[in-house]
Structure formats: C-alpha cells, structure tokens
C-alpha cells in the first residue's frame, strides 16, 4: 500500500499551534510522501513476477524494523518500547501485515493506478464502520459520499476488466481490514507515541511474516532483484516519516486534497513501467472516487472526529 501504502501517522498539528508558514513545506512532506508509495506499489508488482509475494512482505517490515530501531533507538532509548497497550500493538501490527499481505497480492492482478483508487475508499469504509458499530452519527450527505466512493470503486473492478473472479475481491477485502486498523489507531494515538506505534508496526509485521517466511523462501535471482525489495522497505519506511512531519506542521483540513495526488503518481508510474492507460469506464470510477473520498475526508479533518489514515504497504 501504499499500501502499499503507508499509514498516515496519528499525530496531527492542533488547531492551535497551526502556523500558516508551515502550510507549504507540510504539503511538500506529503506529496512525496504519496510519491514514495506510488514507487512502493510499482515495485512491488514488479518484483512479484520473480519473487514471491511473502518475501516481499518480509523485507517490506524488516528493513522498516531495523532501520526506526537503528535511527530511533539511540535517541529515545527504552522509551521507545515503553507502550501502555501491548495487546493492541500486536493487534495493531498484525491487521497492518495482513493489509499489506493482501495490497502486494491484489496488485499483482490489477494496474497500480486501478488499485490505489481503490484503496481510497478507505475514509469512506471508516465512516461505515463507525455508523454501524461505533454508533457515530452519520449525515446524509456522508451516507450520499459512501455510496458514491462504492459506485466508483465498483465502476473501476467492473465485469471484463482487468481484474477477474476471487482477485477482484482482495483489495476491497483489505480496504476493510485497513479501515479496522485505522479504528484501532484512532483510539490508541491517544496514549501512544506515534514513533512508537511505528518501531512496533514494523517489528511485528517482521516477526509474524517470518514465521511462514521459511515456507516460500527462494534464492534472489541478482542483485538487481534484492535492490529492489530493499527500494520496496525503504520507500515504505521514508514515506511515513514524510507522512509524519507533513501532520505535525499542517492541518489535516489542508492535507487531506494533496493525499488523492498518490493516484496521479500510481498511475504515472504504471504507466511508464507497464504501459497501462486506464479506460474510459475506469477514469470515471476513479475521478468519483476522488470526489467522494476527498470530500468525506475533508469532513472528518474539519470536524476532527476519527483521524483517518491514507494507506501503507
């Protein structure tokens, strides 16, 4: 995800600290940012057709693990493992993985631009699953956007596309299990560093992922290969931090627009990789989909109810 996306972090600036001047170089953090998991996405389907998926999984959170450990250990010293819910880290980590697992399978069976369109309806599961168990109240106009953001998703996996039978399923799949991870890291931001949630994040999606790891492992074919899974961990890992300090100097009211940029770039980058062009049917799913998300995303930041994160990989 980026889901091969990244997660957009838990801390965002408050109203009261907003400083306009910051406004530019926040929305340069997370243009990057959105680049970074455009090439994340791109390299991993690229790399899906020599190594298995799994694998790809594996060096994704590994070389996140190793490199906060390395860079953030030294600074923070054992506060960085200090968490008052454990349980929900595991948790948290583990919902996390299984997005990831799902975003590097999926794109191995649709165009990166198609599936990060997908992965946008995210903020609009989020409001679905708020109404129906949280009991958050929902308006009209947001019920309107969800089912909009549902159409456009439904027009971009349409019968005869490009992506066929159980294959179809697997990134809406993971758009709801990203939607429950969300939840779960909406509540935890409030007692939790969000450094912290990120060591633990990286360190549980290594060790859980390397428990089947033995199952599916082959030898690199080159160098080329392995610097390439290792672009796949380090493009995930720079783009949360840019996600992180984009949040804590601008409003998420501001961000939020510049976060559907990351559909521009996949699509860029899927083309120039594979040569793919969306058709006719699939551009309008996606022009609604940044219509509808974009506008209920805008209504969460304005409102400041459930922070709602753009997705990892």
Known sequence: MGTAAIARPAVMVSPASYKPAQAALGIGFLVLATA???VLDTTVKYVGAFVPVLMAV???YMFQAVLVTAVMLPVRGRGLLRTEHPRFQLLRGTLLLTVSALSFVALQYMPVGEFTAIVMITPLVVTLLAALFLRERVTALRWALVVGGFSGALLVVQ???DVIGWASLLPLVMV????WFQILTSKMARTEDPITMHFYTGWVGALVSSLALPLVWQAIPDATAFALLCLIG?????????????????????LTPYLYGQIGFAMFCGWLVFGHVPGRFELIG???IVLCGAT???ITARDRRLPVEQPEA
Do not use: E, K
């Open 36 to 38: 970074c998991f455009a």
């Open 176 to 179: 709801f299990t990203y939607a």
């Open 234 to 254: 380090l493009m995930g890992t720079v783009g949360h931090f840019l996600l992180i300090l984009a949040f804590a100097r601008t409003q998420a009211s501001t």
């Open 286 to 288: 996606i022009a609604l």
């Open 58 to 60: 594996w060096f994704r």
């Open 296 to 298: 209920a995303s805008w």
């Open 159 to 161: 019968p005869g596309g």
